[in-house]
């Protein structure tokens, strides 16, 4: 009778990370936090996840690429920033290095600040933004220091007064 019990609780969460799987994608460590939060054993857990990652429906580096993808399409971002996004759904760090270096990979990170630059300031960066404050717009954007130094020096930005 206890293994009938535990069958079927291993059957009814499948279910829910099923409908939860149909709405949108989660990484592994995402539904481990949320079965943990719904009073779910470790073990079924474990158990459960393990059939989804089988049947190729948990994929981490699938969710990594296709993730960070579009985070670099909607709007120009460093790869600190891009690092940091992906460690907060739970991307392990080995992997994060990966997918980012891949999506870096012959990408001049110079352009991709300046062009950030621009589409928040305009064409005339010259003129009408100062460095402190393209500095701290590139920062929180995950730019390290060098590209931003690189970036500011092209674009010829005044002191502030």
């Given at each position: 009778?206890?293994?009938?019990?535990?069958?079927?609780?291993?059957?009814?969460?499948?279910?829910?990370?099923?409908?939860?799987?149909?709405?949108?994608?989660?990484?592994?460590?995402?539904?481990?936090?949320k079965l943990?939060?719904?009073?779910?054993?470790?073990?079924?857990?474990?158990?459960?996840?393990?059939?989804?990652?089988?049947?190729?429906?948990?994929?981490?580096?699938?969710?990594?690429?296709?993730?960070?993808?579009?985070?670099?399409?909607?709007?120009?971002?460093?790869?600190?920033?891009?690092?940091?996004?992906?460690?907060?759904?739970?991307?392990?760090?080995?992997?994060?290095?990966?997918?980012?270096?891949?999506?870096?990979?012959?990408?001049?990170?110079?352009?991709?600040?300046?062009?950030?630059?621009?589409?928040?300031?305009?064409?005339?960066?010259?003129?009408?933004?100062?460095?402190?404050?393209?500095?701290?717009?590139?920062?929180?954007?995950?730019?390290?220091?060098?590209t931003i130094?690189?970036?500011?020096?092209?674009?010829?930005?005044?002191d502030e007064?």
């Amino acid at each position: 009778m206890a293994k009938n019990k535990k069958e079927q609780r291993i059957s009814n969460l499948k279910e829910y990370i099923f409908n939860l799987l149909a709405r949108r994608d989660y990484t592994e460590e995402q539904l481990k936090e949320k079965l943990r939060k719904k009073g779910y054993p470790p073990d079924l857990i474990q158990e459960a996840i393990g059939y989804f990652k089988e049947k190729g429906l948990i994929d981490d580096e699938r969710l990594a690429f296709r993730y960070a993808q579009a985070r670099l399409s909607l709007k120009p971002r460093g790869p600190r920033l891009l690092d940091f996004e992906l460690s907060r759904k739970g991307i392990d760090k080995e992997l994060r290095a990966h997918v980012i270096n891949e999506l870096f990979k012959g990408k001049n990170e110079i352009a991709l600040a300046l062009n950030a630059l621009r589409k928040k300031y305009g064409e005339k960066i010259n003129s009408t933004v100062l460095k402190n404050k393209a500095y701290q717009f590139l920062m929180r954007l995950g730019f390290s220091y060098d590209t931003i130094s690189e970036v500011i020096n092209r674009t010829e930005i005044p002191d502030e007064e």
